[in-house]
Structure formats: structure tokens, C-alpha cells
């Protein structure tokens, strides 16, 4: 069974850093995109960042470039998102989607954690 | 950015209606776009990819259908466990982009 746990989120002063995990299992970690997906409370999903199997290409969200970095272990089956100089419109869900896509062009989200909360305030 | 609208945000049924949700797209995405259904607390679930292709286990009575901008979603009949938020998603360009919503309530 595909599983998908996400941890590491909480409360972060405005301008402070998180770093999100998320443990896979039940698959080959290393044979999918991966991706981080978020909502902030109330509102719709914003899809975030997803890295390619081997780590070799990463793409962001025009609000979250130079701040947030995605990587992943894939000899630990785990994904992460270093947030950096967080904002008040970070506040959000954040869920671990896997992509379905097992080639060299990602496609859809096909199985997702239940996601860790992040809230940015003072 | 490519911007998906989709319409209604909110829609009342009864249970045993037929429900269409309509998702467009501000430029040409071919086929590449995604249905899912999301419930509240719960984490998004996939129901429908290339615009059309029914997810292993999601039932029969969901279907989609468009190409280029315009898509549907289609409920034949609406059962209890289907009231939830349903989202259109692009894959065809960076960033990934999500229409706004559209609330299923219970009429």
C-alpha cells in the first residue's frame, strides 16, 4: 500500500525556516517525480515545487523560488522542502503528492499524505 | 501562467441528480488536465487525468471529457458519498495550476 507521511510543520516566527519531510513507502520512491502541493486555510491548492527521480531537475512556484528548495533521499524513500524566510501567506497545508508519472515528464498527483500544517506568524 | 477558471464555485444537488462542473483553461492545454475530489480535512484525490482516463478504483458514474480549453466533469448520479470540492488541474506548463473550486452541497 502506497503511504505518504508528512511531518515537520508548525508555528515559525515571520523571516524563520522549516524543513518538511516526507516519509514514502509501499513504492519505489525513486521511480516517481515528486511533488509538494499546499493550501492555505479556507482557500484552494497551490501546487509548489516537484523534483525528478534522480534529483537532477527541480521546478518551483514563482512564489516560493529562492526561498523554498525541494530534495529528496531516495535511499531513505523520503522528500523534503527547506522553507526559508517565511511569510504570513506561507500559512498553509502542506501535502506530499506523488506524481505519476514514472518517466522523464511528470504528469499528475496520484497519491498524497495528509499533510503538515505551517503556520507563519508572530 | 496558465490560469484554470472553473464554474460553478457552488452547486446544490440532490442525491440521483446529474452533475456537470465545467473547468476552462486561459490557453490550449491539449488533454492535459486533471480531475479531483476533496473532502473536508481530507487530503485531495485523484479522479480523472488526460482529461478523460477514469482512475483505477474511482467509480463508473464520474466521467470527463473536453480537449484544448474547455472540459467537464460529469456525476451521472449523485450519491452521498460525492458532496465534497472538486478541482481542475493543468499539467501541460510550469507552475502547475489548480482552478479555484467548485463546492458539491446538498440540496
Known amino acids: 500500500e502506497v503511504q505518504l507521511v508528512e511531518s515537520g510543520g508548525g508555528l515559525v516566527q515571520p523571516g524563520g525556516s522549516l524543513r518538511l519531510s516526507c516519509a514514502a513507502s509501499?513504492?519505489?520512491?525513486?521511480?516517481?517525480?515528486m511533488n509538494w502541493v499546499r493550501q492555505a486555510p479556507g482557500k484552494g491548492l497551490e501546487w509548489v515545487a516537484n523534483?525528478?527521480?534522480?534529483?537532477?531537475?527541480?521546478y518551483y512556484v514563482d512564489s516560493v523560488k529562492g526561498r523554498f528548495t525541494i530534495s529528496r533521499d531516495n535511499a531513505k524513500n523520503s522528500l523534503y522542502l527547506q522553507m526559508n524566510s517565511l511569510r504570513a501567506d506561507d500559512t498553509a497545508v502542506y501535502y506530499c503528492?506523488?506524481?505519476?508519472?514514472?518517466?522523464?515528464?511528470?504528469?499528475?498527483?496520484?497519491?498524497w499524505g495528509q499533510g503538515t500544517v505551517v503556520t507563519v506568524s508572530s | 501562467d496558465i490560469q484554470m477558471t472553473q464554474s460553478p464555485s457552488t452547486l446544490s444537488a440532490s442525491v440521483g441528480d446529474r452533475v456537470t462542473i465545467t473547468c476552462r483553461a486561459s490557453q490550449s492545454i491539449n488533454s492535459w488536465l486533471a480531475w479531483y475530489q476533496q473532502k473536508p480535512g481530507k487530503a485531495p484525490k485523484l479522479l480523472i487525468y488526460?482529461?478523460?482516463s477514469l482512475e483505477s478504483g474511482v467509480p463508473l458514474r464520474f466521467s470527463g471529457s473536453g480537449s484544448g480549453t474547455e472540459f467537464t466533469l460529469t456525476i451521472s448520479s449523485l450519491q452521498p458519498d460525492d458532496f465534497a470540492t472538486y478541482y481542475c488541474q493543468q499539467y501541460k506548463n510550469y507552475p502547475r495550476t489548480f482552478g479555484q473550486g467548485t463546492k458539491v452541497e446538498i440540496k
Open positions: 503528492a506523488r506524481d505519476m508519472s514514472s518517466g522523464a515528464w511528470p504528469l499528475v498527483f496520484d497519491y
Open positions: 509501499g513504492f519505489t520512491c525513486s521511480s516517481y517525480w
Open positions: 488526460d482529461a478523460s
Open positions: 523534483i525528478k527521480q534522480d534529483g537532477s531537475e527541480k
